[in-house]
């Protein structure tokens, strides 16, 4: 008979798996599901859970504890019904350090803009000046959607806004303990793949080049068609303007490695200057007013970044045939007033919503 010190044989145990992470061996889906959920139903003192998360970090997350992750994050979450195929995501793991404005978050309305149907998976800022949402709320939508209200906004707008904490509740277990850590954890990662309207199309910037391909290989594995997983030269979680862009990606069941150069698709970045100062904010005010010039201001430093990421959304969601043929849709849709008129619609859309 086993002691209630003891588990039974092949029983998971939370300290053993610790142990195992802890000496250099990566834990299998199963293991990985049993500890995430343990995690987010708050079964697990804060004290352990920081040190699974800074053991997983200190190893490096393996495509199995990822996809074990991400499976227990979409079992858990408050799901968003859209009925579609063919929405796109475009979002970020957050954590590269840099203080940009809300490129994704901007070319999401460019990409909208352009027929294509865009639901995004955000929040808050936690190491930045303007998380999607704040941004969001500063240009006055209303961000606390219910997941039929969402559904209502893609029909109508073609942009649907789905703010993490209403649709992932279990991550309340898991906050203080990101917060108290203050590091990039498992859950940066995690978030990007866990989309609640279930996105098969995503343009995910990641602040680690080493994450391109098992990011990808996860995605493959959990359904995904078309996803270009992305890294800039300069450190961002973004498709980058000034410097070269890494990326992975998943397209018919295959994944391709390779580098997308801002001039080749066009652009000019030599005829720019003083490129780090005029993207970076440090409040969401500031962020605010260069979405709004990117929107409004083709030619704008803010617009190239929202171009890049706009085209790679576009490209993903199938309204082009490469991203250069995404630049162009996306300056023309700033160009002719569609884009900032795409985010006038959706904030008034929003506004009419009664919670």
Do not use: W
Request: hydrophobic share 40%; net charge neutral.
């Amino acid at each position: 008979m086993n002691s209630v010190l003891t588990s039974p044989p092949n029983e998971l145990n939370v300290q053993k798996l610790l142990e195992q992470v802890i000496s250099g061996n990566d834990l299998d889906v199963t293991e990985t599901r049993f500890l995430i959920k343990k995690i987010m139903k708050g079964e697990i003192a804060h004290s352990l859970t920081a040190g699974i998360l800074v053991a997983l970090k200190m190893k490096g997350e393996a495509v199995s504890e990822l996809l074990g992750g991400a499976e227990v994050m979409r079992d858990l979450v408050k799901p968003v019904d859209s009925g579609s195929e063919d929405i796109v995501d475009l979002c970020g793991t957050g954590g590269d350090g840099a203080q940009t404005f809300n490129i994704s978050t901007a070319a999401m309305f460019v990409a909208a803009s352009a027929g294509a149907k865009v639901a995004k998976h955000g929040g808050r800022a936690v190491s930045s000046s303007s998380g999607s949402a704040d941004l969001l709320e500063c240009l006055g939508a209303n961000i606390n959607l219910t997941p039929e209200q969402v559904v209502s906004s893609l029909q109508n707008t073609g942009v649907g806004f789905m703010f993490a904490p209403n649709h992932h509740p279990a991550m309340k277990n898991v906050a203080p303990v990101r917060r108290e850590l203050g590091t990039r954890t498992m859950f940066n990662i995690l978030g990007p793949l866990t989309n609640p309207a279930k996105s098969r199309r995503q343009l995910i910037g990641v602040y680690d080049k080493k994450l391109l391909v098992p990011l990808a290989n996860v995605l493959k594995r959990l359904g995904s068609t078309h996803v270009l997983v992305v890294h800039g030269e300069s450190g961002l979680d973004e498709m980058c303007f000034s410097s070269r862009t890494y990326y992975a990606e998943l397209k018919k069941g295959k994944i391709t490695e390779g580098i997308i150069v801002s001039d080749d698709l066009g652009f000019d970045v030599s005829s720019f200057s003083k490129i780090e100062a005029t993207i970076n904010v440090s409040s969401v005010d500031e962020s605010k007013k260069k979405v709004i010039e990117s929107l409004t201001n083709k030619d704008s430093l803010e617009a190239q970044y929202v171009i890049l990421n706009a085209a790679g959304a576009l490209y993903v969601a199938g309204y082009c045939d490469s991203v250069r043929q995404g630049v162009v849709l996306a300056k023309d849709s700033i160009a002719s007033g569609n884009a900032i008129k795409k985010l006038e619609e959706f904030v008034k859309f929003t506004q009419a919503i009664d919670n």
